[in-house]
């Protein structure tokens, strides 16, 4: 996983690439695995770090879709369950099973989500993760001391995944590279290379570390880009409409004790008819999402005023500890790429626009692939790369990931500590913590991280700022904002000592990164005060 390397591939005018992904979201690192494991000679580039965008902004969760079931996409729940299968099996680290419960405060409540949930759990067939039941108010309150208990009734429990969303897409990263694919981060695309027919033969990349611009040939180019398919596209005929709008979705941090247990709250049709959750993640609790429609997608969205009332306001009707604005550890917002309205038509109800992928073939033989959502995202890779065979005019091979386990996988592992992501790799920390005893402290009391994860998302993760470090490979900024900020000039010291960074490379990630944590706050912090 060393970049400098992977850049020497790059590198290599010599090398015709028979994939050449561009993305390096849950949707690119799944097709560059998906072709790899082929046999394919694949490179990915990302234009900045891997999940920066939407894949790591996610609800954490590996699930069917209960609320496409309410919405008859039958078909895309049945696929959905089945990849959660499969990415439990696969990555059995990272992907659990998480016990949700939704409250019932009407009569026909509890008949209605029990008759719901079961068909739920008959879709999942032998993939189920547990039964879905009917509870009393008791049992409810015992498994989530701080739902409101006004005029509870009872409630329901049901089975889905939860995971972690950019350790995932870590773990895929490694897995790419085991694989023989060739994957760097801050590289972008900046110009698509046809050949004398006009189709497409590969792409011009800068790289914004280097400084330097590559030319890859390759016979078959995928664009991957989530939220950026568009900005591909018009390189390729700018003349084209938009295929995606972007919807936001906006998610909430707050302390463990806001829902008082291990069990996850589900509130299926809030005052808008969206659905939301609770969900317990690394020792706090995401309560979320919005779903609201935006004109431009970018790489840092920031929550809306509106969006941060609306959750404020409906958790305090759903939780007997109502949280306030200062309760919040930090605010996190995240871009969803949804198929564009067609011209004439009602484009403002983004939660009944399906989350089922797209494959778009371009005349030029660009292969875009939108939509879909992070539990398919092995299926979607498979799909566009059975696609891109005839295309690229590349032999048949049969995919092999459903049975393909993720880097780090190691079955029960302990989820009492943030160490339990790394898997089978935890050893690796710990003797580097044995070996470096300054790098077995951990960097702040709220915190369990250690220097040596830092070191370790460095030279293992290909990490590159104090914030690739801070948002993915450990998830300080998306758990505790502040603490994040604190502990920003020790990390990059240790990055610094790594790399040989100098003082002014400190300094200067330092702010930069402070700058940006800010907007995970909906109270500014000053650490010097």
């Not at 990630?509 to 912090?525: G, I, K, R, S, W």
Request: with cysteine; proline share 4%.
């Amino acid at each position: 996983m060393n970049r400098y390397n992977h850049i020497k591939q790059i590198a290599d005018r010599s090398i015709v690439w028979d994939f050449v992904v561009v993305g390096g979201g849950a949707t690119g690192l799944g097709a560059a695995i998906d072709a790899a494991s082929r046999g394919f000679k694949v490179a990915l580039v990302e234009q900045a770090d891997f999940t920066k965008a939407t894949s790591s902004r996610s609800t954490k969760l590996v699930h069917g879709g209960v609320r496409y079931l309410a919405q008859g996409d039958v078909s895309l729940v049945i696929e959905a369950l089945r990849e959660r299968g499969l990415m439990k099996k696969n990555a059995p680290h990272l992907v659990k099973d998480q016990r949700f419960i939704i409250g019932n405060y009407k009569w026909w409540e509890k008949p209605f989500y029990t008759i719901g949930l079961t068909i739920y759990d008959i879709l999942a067939g032998k993939r189920g993760l547990g039964r879905s039941l009917p509870m009393s108010k008791k049992s409810v309150v015992k498994e989530i001391p701080q739902i409101a208990t006004n005029g509870l009734r009872g409630g329901v429990v049901y089975h889905d995944g939860q995971f972690d969303d950019s350790r995932m897409g870590i773990n895929l990263l490694q897995t790419a590279a085991e694989q023989g694919a060739t994957v760097v981060n801050y590289v972008k695309v900046s110009n698509l290379i046809k050949n004398e027919t006009g189709k497409i033969a590969g792409v011009k990349v800068y790289d914004e570390l280097g400084k330097q611009e590559y030319t890859l040939q390759a016979k078959v180019v995928i664009n991957a880009t989530g939220i950026f398919v568009d900005d591909l596209m018009k390189m390729d005929a700018p003349e084209k409409d938009n295929i995606v709008r972007p919807s936001q979705g906006v998610h909430l941090v707050v302390d463990k004790s806001f829902l008082g247990g291990d069990t996850a709250i589900m509130i299926p049709k809030t005052s808008d008819g969206r659905v939301m959750f609770g969900v317990p993640w690394h020792g706090k609790v995401v309560l979320g999402t919005t779903d609201t429609p935006l004109k431009e997608f970018v790489l840092e969205p920031q929550a809306l005023e509106e969006e941060i009332e609306f959750i404020l306001k409906t958790a305090s009707q759903y939780l007997a500890k109502q949280p306030k604005r200062e309760d919040v550890l930090s605010v996190f917002a995240g871009l969803r790429p949804l198929a564009a309205p067609k011209k004439g038509t009602d484009g403002q109800k983004t939660k009944e626009i399906s989350r089922s992928h797209k494959i778009v073939i371009s005349d030029s033989g660009l292969i875009t692939i939108t939509g879909g959502k992070w539990t398919t995202y092995r299926d979607m890779a498979e799909d566009v790369v059975n696609r891109a065979l005839p295309i690229g005019s590349l032999p048949w091979k049969e995919c092999v990931t459903r049975d393909l386990k993720i880097h780090g996988y190691k079955e029960n592992v302990d989820r009492s500590d943030f160490s339990y992501v790394y898997g089978s790799d935890y050893e690796k920390i710990q003797k580097l913590q044995q070996e470096r005893p300054e790098l077995a402290r951990k960097l702040h009391p709220r915190f369990d991280y250690t220097g040596a994860e830092v070191v370790w998302a460095v030279r293992v993760e290909m990490a590159i700022t104090v914030e690739d470090v801070l948002s993915r490979r450990l998830r300080a900024t998306f758990l505790d904002a502040r603490a994040a900020i604190d502990i920003a000039p020790e990390v990059a010291s240790i990055m610094a000592k790594e790399t040989g960074k100098d003082l002014e490379w400190e300094k200067a990630q330092v702010q930069e990164f402070t700058e940006l944590a800010q907007h995970y706050l909906l109270v500014p912090y000053n650490p010097d005060k």
